[in-house]
């Protein structure tokens, strides 16, 4: 399975942005997905993830309300949509895929085990 993210870049506060993960090589549909992202000196953390069918999502406090998660299953792709950005958004954002195919969504960073490489957002206050 390749994870391939885009769509990072610098925005000023208030601003927004929306990331694209597009996954090929094997069953998309059947994966829950998420959205991760690591500050400079920070561990990796959680900021949103869904159902293999969409239906669930889940979001880390401090993006909710102002990010949304979203998948296409046809098109194998999955997105964040993130506005009212502020400065603290800034990190490299990583998507993942969970490949045990559960129903639910995947809430802890050990389970997953495909990953992008990462797209850079930046937030300028």
């Known amino acids: 399975v390749q994870l391939q993210a885009s769509g990072g870049g610098l925005a000023q506060g208030g601003g927004s942005l929306r990331l694209t993960c597009v996954v090929s090589?094997?069953?998309?549909?059947?994966?829950?997905m998420g959205w991760f992202r690591q500050a400079p000196g920070k561990e990796r953390e959680l900021v949103a993830a869904?159902?293999?069918?969409?239906?669930?999502?889940y979001y880390a406090n401090s993006v909710k309300g102002r990010f949304t998660i979203s998948r296409d299953n046809a098109k194998t792709t999955l997105y964040l949509q993130m506005n009212s950005l502020k400065p603290e958004d800034t990190a490299v954002y990583y998507c993942?895929?969970?490949?045990?195919?559960?129903?639910?969504?995947?809430?802890?960073?050990?389970?997953?085990?495909?990953w992008g490489q990462g797209t850079q957002v930046t937030v300028s206050s």
């Open positions: 090589g094997r069953t998309f549909s059947g994966y829950p």
């Open positions: 869904i159902s293999w069918a969409g239906g669930t999502t």
């Open positions: 993942a895929a969970d490949s045990a195919q559960g129903m639910g969504v995947t809430t802890r960073l050990g389970d997953y085990d495909f």
